[in-house]
T-cell receptor, first 117, second 112 residues
Framework: DTEVTQTPKHLVMGMTNKKSLKCEQH?????MYWYKQKAKKPPELMFVYSYEKLSINESVPSRFSPECPNSSLLNLHLHALQPEDSALYLC????????????????FGEGSRLTVL | QQPVQSPQAVILREGEDAVINCSSSKALYSVHWYRQKHGEAPVFLMI?????EQKGHEKISASFNEKKQQSSLYLTASQLSYSGTYFCGTERRGGSNYKLTFGKGTLLTVNP
């Protein structure tokens, strides 16, 4: 099983809603990532979890709240989003956290396409 | 700091070759290459390490020039399936952790 599964695939929400994006992997990977991707742009790193602990937060606004309940699951809780937050949210995992030694091949999920009205 | 990719876009006929470059002003630990087709997730192609050898995957290979802090992706005898956006990613240190930062991408179109 070499998949990263994300749900939902599409989400439309109003600025006052609270919703969550979910990500699951069963590869035994110990690092999980949230990236945000706008159209025709590269993925931008948001959060990194290493061994279920938040290790990197790229100064993401607090209306995005990550959670790693266990080593297989990663959630992104959304609250009071803005229209400019509309994007494709990609979850990824790697066997080990990146360590600058080339062991961190990232496996991406297909993403959750979020539209904020 | 975001790596710089060139060219931004390239159009090939099936069977032609292409080179995509990725450079950084900061010292590189490793360089990742990914391909993303329209509407799909990025897919890993290869990782190159500082001091490592040129790597290959069928007709796609890559090199890492430490002196120039540059990596190049070589696509030979291109196939229609090679179309997509190619991103290089560079590992850099943020505090005690490393993170992967992607370049802006190179859109490759292979026509029959």
């Amino acid at each position: 099983d070499t998949e990263v599964t994300q749900t939902p695939k599409h989400l439309v929400m109003g600025m006052t809603n609270k919703k969550s994006l979910k990500c699951e992997q069963h590869m035994g990977h110990r690092a999980m990532y949230w990236y945000k991707q706008k159209a025709k742009k590269p993925p931008e790193l948001m959060f990194v979890y290493s061994y279920e602990k938040l290790s990197i937060n790229e100064s993401v606004p607090s209306r995005f709240s990550p959670e790693c309940p266990n080593s297989s699951l990663l959630n992104l809780h959304l609250h009071a989003l803005q229209p400019e937050d509309s994007a494709l949210y990609l979850c990824a995992s790697s066997q080990h956290p990146l360590a600058g030694v080339g062991t961190g091949e990232l496996f991406f999920g297909e993403g959750s396409r979020l539209t904020v009205l | 700091q975001q790596p710089v990719q060139s060219p931004q876009a390239v159009i090939l006929r099936e069977g032609e070759d292409a080179v995509i470059n990725c450079s950084s002003s900061k010292a590189l630990y490793s360089v990742h290459w990914y391909r993303q087709k329209h509407g799909e997730a990025p897919v890993f192609l290869m990782i190159l390490l500082k001091g490592g050898e040129q790597k290959g995957h069928e007709k796609i290979s890559a090199s890492f020039n430490e002196k120039k802090q540059q990596s190049s992706l070589y696509l030979t005898a291109s196939q229609l399936s090679y179309s997509g956006t190619y991103f290089c990613g560079t590992e850099r240190r943020g505090g005690s952790n490393y993170k992967l930062t992607f370049g802006k991408g190179t859109l490759l179109t292979v026509n029959p």
